[in-house]
C-alpha cells in the first residue's frame, strides 16, 4: 500500500470556524509533511514530523496548528483563518535515512476561506 | 541557500513530439532527484526518483538524468500524447529539506 489519504477533499469555512485536516498513511514511514499550495505555484513547506517529532516549522502563523498522534496519522487544526489562507493543503510521508527517500503525496484537501 | 530552478515556464507541443524539460539546482550536495506530475488541483505523482549515485532513470516513455557536477536533472518524455498535458516538478532532497522547483506546465495538443 503506497497511498496516502487526505480527509475532507474540500472544506469552505468561514473565518471564526475551527476545522481540521486529517492525513494517513500505513507505509510505516516515520516522517510526515504538510505543505500549502497556491494555484500555479510549487508546494510550500510547513511542518516536518519525524518520528512523531515537530522537526520543521517554516516559520507558519499559528492559527494553524498541527498535531502528530502517532506514526500513522497527521492532523492540522485551523482557527481563525483569513480568505488569504485559501489554496490545496498537501499531507506526504518519507521514510527518513534512506538514499532513495522517497516523498509520497496525497490528493490534498481543496480548502476555501470565506 | 539551496534553490531549485526549471524552465521553460510551459511548453506546448504537438502529439508525438519528444520533448525534454530542465531542472536546475545551485547546492550540488543533493541525496536524490524527484520529477512528479501533477494535474490541476490534484496532489503530485511520483514519477521517477534519481539517486545521487545514479546517472539516469527510465519509466516507460519517460526517462530522467542527473549531472551532479553541473546541477542539473532533465525528463525527456518520448512520444507525447495529449494524457501528458499536466504540470511537472521537480524536488531536490538534501536530507529531509525537500526543495520544489517552481514547475513547468506542458500542453500536448491533439
Known amino acids: 500500500d503506497t497511498e496516502v489519504t487526505q480527509t475532507p477533499k474540500h472544506l469552505v469555512m468561514g473565518m471564526t470556524n475551527k476545522k481540521s485536516l486529517k492525513c494517513e498513511q500505513h507505509m510505516g514511514h516515520r516522517a510526515m509533511y504538510w505543505y500549502k499550495q497556491k494555484a500555479k505555484k510549487p508546494p510550500e513547506l510547513m511542518f516536518v514530523y519525524s518520528y512523531e517529532k515537530l522537526s520543521i516549522n517554516e516559520s507558519v502563523p499559528s492559527r494553524f496548528s498541527p498535531e502528530c498522534p502517532n506514526s500513522s496519522l497527521l492532523n492540522l487544526h485551523l482557527h481563525a483563518l483569513q480568505p488569504e489562507d485559501s489554496a490545496l493543503y498537501l499531507c506526504a510521508s518519507s521514510q527518513p535515512g534512506l538514499a532513495q527517500e522517497t516523498q509520497y503525496f496525497g490528493p490534498g484537501t481543496r480548502l476555501l476561506v470565506l | 541557500k539551496q534553490e531549485v530552478t526549471q524552465i521553460p515556464a510551459a511548453l506546448s507541443v504537438p502529439e508525438g513530439e519528444n520533448l525534454v524539460l530542465n531542472c536546475s539546482f545551485t547546492?550540488?550536495?543533493?541525496?536524490?532527484l524527484q520529477w512528479f506530475r501533477q494535474d490541476p488541483g490534484k496532489g503530485l505523482t511520483s514519477l521517477l526518483l534519481?539517486?545521487?549515485?545514479?546517472r539516469e532513470q527510465t519509466s516507460g516513455r519517460l526517462n530522467a538524468s542527473l549531472d551532479k557536477s553541473s546541477g542539473r536533472s532533465t525528463l525527456y518524455i518520448a512520444a507525447s500524447q495529449p494524457g501528458d498535458s499536466a504540470t511537472y516538478l521537480c524536488e531536490g532532497n538534501y536530507g529531509q529539506n525537500f526543495v520544489f522547483g517552481p514547475g513547468t506546465r506542458l500542453s500536448v495538443l491533439p
Open positions: 534519481i539517486q545521487s549515485s545514479q
Open positions: 547546492d550540488s550536495a543533493i541525496y536524490n
